[in-house]
């Protein structure tokens, strides 16, 4: 059997052992390392906190930023923020999927793009807006998010 | 020697800053004839990137600057000219902009967009921590709560409870150990304030926070930010750092024996965590559901001790009234509601960014003289204030003088001061269901009226939308909400109902139009909508057959094209790629 290396996990319990009320932030530390949530590692961060993995399961399933299943290399987040929302961040969404071939909430199988809908990005003031990875890409339309989404297959491909 | 001083919070940065902010680098590095600054974004978010020019006290600022126009901006610096026609803002006379400024009054935001948000040296000489200063040197704890109630402030998260009284609670609860908030957990799609301020001025923030710490007596408190704002989160770690270094905050400050420290914790995205009592859970570690209050916060807050918690906003008030007096902030705005606001004006307005404003001030003279007017000349049909807690005033309502019980009586909230403005072009309807399935997906679960309710609500607006809703279905909406409000404990359950409730009140016509005559007037929800090409217009390009996912638009080179109604699934490409607008909505 694969020996898997948790001690990135043991890294971060270290740094927060005996500080009360860390839980989460150790949840997103852990997270950090690979982008999602490993089960081993879930229970791992249990037993060393002292508590239930269904409790760490609830705290993680509760908040939008955890993830149970690996991300792919380019995160795609479509904002539908209200302001996104009356300037067809719904568009947006069906033509990324068009481009990629993927529904939002799921990964491609090559695991090179993973599309979500986020409920705000904070930059109402160039909806509608997308980002991908750090980068934001705003005043979109179904025809420039297209290219965009092209433009990222084709680095991908090279 | 000139001053360029380029706006680099996020939205500039996703305008084009860095690019342009790398181009400067490389024409300029090594001249001493320009220095280059940071600073947060002045509000014109409409026109960013935005660069001032300073050159002999006097401010010039450029608008729309890619990094395409810096060689011949700098070209034009170096002669010791300027390009008039970027010029967004003139120091020496009124410009096509200046209305976006002219009936501003800036108090909280005062330095967002003119120091640098990581250097604690600019915030020191814009007059920073002096109120601080004041506070520890020649004020007691009760002259302090004496002058933030004198001022009226109001907590700007939302509420609009006053900051002074919920201070006063908090330093009178008994117990030694005492907690402060900051909520920046800015969770109302549709509002960015928070974001730009701790992005544009952290220090201003951290000092209102402080000295509130010193009134109610904390020692330790914690700045709960969204995760979803990394460069907000960045610079607000480094000015605790920095104000920690300085003296400002952390152990014996400014030499006196008040010490606190202050932390900086992401929140994981969890709108309910914008409700107090779900907010200290998930600082505490655990899931954010709200609990029944009393006891309040100011009681039994984190770990059960005395806590109080206000909004970035509400604190970044505080330096100005502690320094000018709680007089000088309260002879703003209208008798009940004091001060200025910042609001976010997103949505189908022609200058998107944010502004603060004295209450008082008018939805239409925001729209209009602030905002520039509806995109394409077109109307304002409503503004949605409040986000999913809030709800729509329609544009016969926009003479009323924003404070917190006029809009209230609307039926909408203020709120944190997201307003997102909508023109014909959008169907209440459909906003009602947006905002319901925000709450739907949103809501805790530990309340069944807001679970199950808000649930049944969605469903009910997802037929009518689809065009199988019913004459039944407006009452039972009605009911819906009325129960929803009964039974939810929290603020997120008891507001849910609202933008249905704002809608159905100033909209009904649509909701009908919806049921009885299966159409959406504003030519939005899919179900009731067909496209069409018009014949005069259509060259033939064959843009349109290309984009179609589904084949349903087709036609030979240079012959007019055709729409499959069968076929078509109304994704709306083939009008989105169309350059001739030969493609209408039915």
Redesign the interface.
């Known amino acids: 059997m694969e020996q898997l290396d948790f001690s990135y996990v043991d890294e971060v319990l270290e740094r927060y052992r005996g500080h009360k009320g860390t839980l989460i932030t150790v949840l997103q530390q852990v997270q950090a390392h690979k982008g999602y949530l490993e089960k081993e590692a879930l229970e791992r961060v249990a037993r060393s906190m002292g508590v239930s993995t269904a409790s760490i399961y609830g705290i993680v399933t509760f908040y939008a930023q955890f993830r149970l299943t690996p991300v792919g290399k380019n995160l795609v987040r479509v904002c539908h923020g209200t302001a996104c929302h009356v300037q067809n961040a719904d568009g947006l969404t069906e033509a990324i999927e068009g481009a990629l071939n993927v529904k939002s909430g799921e990964t491609t199988p090559d695991m090179l793009f993973t599309v979500e809908s986020v409920a705000c990005l904070g930059c109402c003031s160039l909806a509608p807006v997308i980002m991908v990875g750090e980068k934001v890409y705003g005043k979109l339309s179904t025809d420039k998010v297209r290219k965009v989404m092209k433009e990222y297959k084709k680095k991908e491909a090279e | 020697m000139k001053i360029l001083r380029i706006g680099y919070n996020?939205?500039g940065?996703?305008?084009g800053a860095e690019e342009t902010l790398n181009k400067l680098h490389e024409l300029l590095d090594g001249n001493s004839d320009f220095e280059i600054r940071k600073t947060g974004c002045n509000g014109m978010?409409?026109l960013e990137p935005i660069i001032d020019v300073i050159e002999e006290e006097k401010v010039y600022t450029y608008g729309n600057l890619t990094a395409d126009k810096v060689q011949k901006f700098i070209d034009a610096l170096a002669k010791g000219t300027h390009i008039e026609d970027w010029i967004i803002l003139h120091p020496d006379h009124p410009t096509t902009q200046s209305s976006y400024q002219d009936k501003q009054v800036k108090l909280a935001t005062k330095n967002i967009g003119v120091i640098d948000p990581e250097n604690v040296d600019d915030y020191v000489a814009a007059g920073g921590y002096r109120a601080l200063e004041k506070v520890l040197k020649t004020m007691d704890r009760q002259d302090v709560i004496d002058q933030v109630r004198a001022s009226g402030l109001r907590g700007r998260g939302g509420a609009g409870f006053s900051c002074g009284m919920k201070w006063q609670f908090a330093k009178d609860a008994p117990g030694e150990e005492k907690y402060m908030i900051c909520n920046g957990d800015?969770?109302?799609?549709?509002?960015?304030m928070d974001?730009s301020t701790l992005e544009g001025d952290p220090h201003g923030v951290i000092e209102g926070m402080t000295i509130g710490a010193y009134a109610v007596g904390a020692q330790v408190g914690f700045f709960y930010v969204?995760?979803?704002?990394?460069l907000a989160v960045k610079r607000l770690r480094l000015a605790i750092n920095q104000a920690e270094a300085r003296g400002y905050s952390g152990k014996n400050i400014l030499g006196t024996d008040f010490s606190f420290t202050l932390h900086v914790?992401?929140g994981?995205?969890?709108?309910v965590c914008g409700e107090e009592t779900a907010l200290i859970a998930?600082?505490?570690?655990?899931?954010?559901m709200p609990r029944t209050r009393p006891p309040f916060p100011a009681t039994q807050g984190i770990?059960g001790k005395p806590t109080n918690n206000n909004n970035v906003e509400t604190y970044a008030n505080i330096p100005y009234i502690i320094r000018e007096g709680g007089a000088a902030f309260s002879k703003y705005g209208t008798d009940m509601s004091k001060g200025t606001k910042v609001f976010?004006?997103?949505?189908?307005i022609n200058r998107?960014?944010m502004i603060e404003v004295p209450m008082g001030i008018t939805i239409n003279e925001i729209v209009n003289d602030i905002g520039g007017g509806i995109i394409n000349n077109g109307k304002c049909k409503a503004v949605?204030m409040g986000?999913p807690s809030g709800g729509c005033i329609p544009s016969h309502l926009h003479d009323t003088p924003i404070d917190y019980e006029n809009i209230t009586a609307t039926g909408a909230i203020v709120g944190s001061g997201?307003m997102?403005f909508?023109d014909q072009g959008?169907c209440m309807v459909d906003?009602a269901r947006?905002?319901l399935s925000?709450t739907v997906?949103?809501s805790?679960g530990k309340c069944t009226f807001c679970r199950v309710g808000t649930k049944r609500m969605l469903e009910i607006l997802e037929r009518i939308t689809a065009g199988e809703g019913t004459e039944e279905d407006i009452p039972l909406l009605q009911k819906l909400c009325d129960a929803i409000i009964k039974g939810s404990l929290c603020g997120l359950g008891q507001t849910a109902p609202n933008p249905v409730l704002t809608t159905l009140r100033y909209f009904r016509d649509e909701y009908e139009a919806h049921i009885r005559e299966k159409k959406c007037p504003a030519k939005k929800c899919k179900a009731l909508i067909t496209y069409r090409v018009v014949a005069d217009k259509c060259t033939g390009c064959t843009l349109c057959a290309k984009?179609c996912?589904v084949g349903a638009a087709t036609g030979e080179r240079k012959q007019v094209h055709q729409i499959d109604d069968e076929l078509c699934t109304r994704?709306?490409?083939c009008k989105?790629?169309c350059k001739f607008d030969a493609i209408i909505v039915e």
């Not at chain 2, 800015?186 to 960015?192: I, K, L, Q, R, T």
């Not at chain 2, 998930?282 to 954010?288: L, P, V």
């Open positions: 996020s939205c940065i996703a305008a978010c409409y800015e969770g109302d799609p549709g509002a960015f974001r969204r995760a979803e704002y990394p914790i992401e994981a995205g969890a709108f998930s600082i505490e570690g655990k899931r954010g770990w976010a004006l997103a949505g189908k998107g960014g949605q986000g997201g997102v909508m959008t906003i947006y905002f925000f997906e949103e805790c984009t996912p994704c709306g490409f989105d790629a």
